[in-house]
C-alpha cells in the first residue's frame, strides 16, 4: 500500500505547514473521497484554485485512516465508494468527532442523496447541496469558495 502511505506522508506534511503557518494563514485542506480516479484529480484541481490543499481517498479505508489522523476543513464525498456506501464514511466522521463541512457529489439518484443529506443532518454534519456527476465544475468550485469564505471570516473573527 504505497499509495496510502504516501497520501499519509501528504496529509503530515500539509498538516505540519499548516501549523507553522498559523490558523490565520493556513490554507484549507480538503478531503476529496472518491473511488473514481478521473473524479479525484478534477476535484482535486477545482479545489486548489481558491486555495484548498487537496488530499484524495480512493476507498473508504484510506478515507476512514486519512480523517483519522488529519483534521480537514472541508470534505467530497461520493456515495459510492465499491464495497461502502458514502453513509459509512459519515458513521466513522461522527464516531471520530470530525464535523467538517461535507459536499455529497454523487451519481447515486436524488433519492439516495436526500436520504443521506438527512442522515448527515442528524448526525449535526454540515452538508451543502448535492452535487450531481458528472460534476458541474462551476457549481462545485462557487461551494468551495463559499465555505472557504466562511471559514476565513469564522478564523478572523
Given at each position: 500500500?504505497?499509495?496510502?502511505?504516501?497520501?499519509?506522508?501528504?496529509?503530515?506534511?500539509?498538516?505540519?505547514?499548516?501549523?507553522?503557518?498559523?490558523?490565520?494563514?493556513?490554507?484549507?485542506?480538503?478531503?476529496?473521497?472518491?473511488?473514481?480516479?478521473?473524479?479525484?484529480?478534477?476535484?482535486?484541481?477545482?479545489?486548489?484554485?481558491?486555495?484548498?490543499?487537496?488530499?484524495?481517498?480512493?476507498?473508504?479505508?484510506?478515507?476512514?485512516?486519512?480523517?483519522?489522523?488529519?483534521?480537514?476543513?472541508?470534505?467530497?464525498?461520493?456515495?459510492?465508494?465499491?464495497?461502502?456506501?458514502?453513509?459509512?464514511?459519515?458513521?466513522?466522521?461522527?464516531?471520530?468527532?470530525?464535523?467538517?463541512?461535507?459536499?455529497?457529489?454523487?451519481?447515486?439518484?436524488?433519492?439516495?442523496?436526500?436520504?443521506?443529506?438527512?442522515v448527515a443532518k442528524s448526525l449535526k454534519f454540515d452538508v451543502l447541496k448535492a452535487v450531481?456527476?458528472?460534476?458541474?465544475?462551476?457549481?462545485?468550485?462557487?461551494?468551495?469558495?463559499?465555505?472557504?469564505?466562511?471559514?476565513?471570516?469564522?478564523?478572523?473573527?
Amino acid at each position: 500500500m504505497a499509495g496510502m502511505a504516501g497520501m499519509l506522508e501528504q496529509a503530515r506534511s500539509f498538516e505540519a505547514d499548516n501549523e507553522a503557518a498559523g490558523p490565520a494563514t493556513a490554507a484549507p485542506r480538503l478531503l476529496v473521497i472518491d473511488d473514481d480516479d478521473l473524479h479525484r484529480m478534477i476535484i482535486c484541481r477545482v479545489a486548489a484554485k481558491p486555495g484548498y490543499v487537496p488530499v484524495s481517498a480512493a476507498s473508504y479505508e484510506e478515507a476512514a485512516q486519512l480523517a483519522q489522523e488529519t483534521a480537514f476543513d472541508c470534505i467530497t464525498l461520493d456515495l459510492s465508494l465499491g464495497a461502502h456506501a458514502g453513509v459509512e464514511v459519515l458513521r466513522h466522521l461522527w464516531v471520530i468527532g470530525r464535523k467538517a463541512p461535507i459536499i455529497i457529489i454523487s451519481g447515486a439518484d436524488a433519492d439516495v442523496c436526500h436520504e443521506t443529506v438527512r442522515v448527515a443532518k442528524s448526525l449535526k454534519f454540515d452538508v451543502l447541496k448535492a452535487v450531481p456527476k458528472p460534476v458541474d465544475l462551476s457549481l462545485l468550485r462557487y461551494s468551495l469558495e463559499q465555505l472557504r469564505q466562511a471559514r476565513d471570516t469564522a478564523t478572523a473573527a
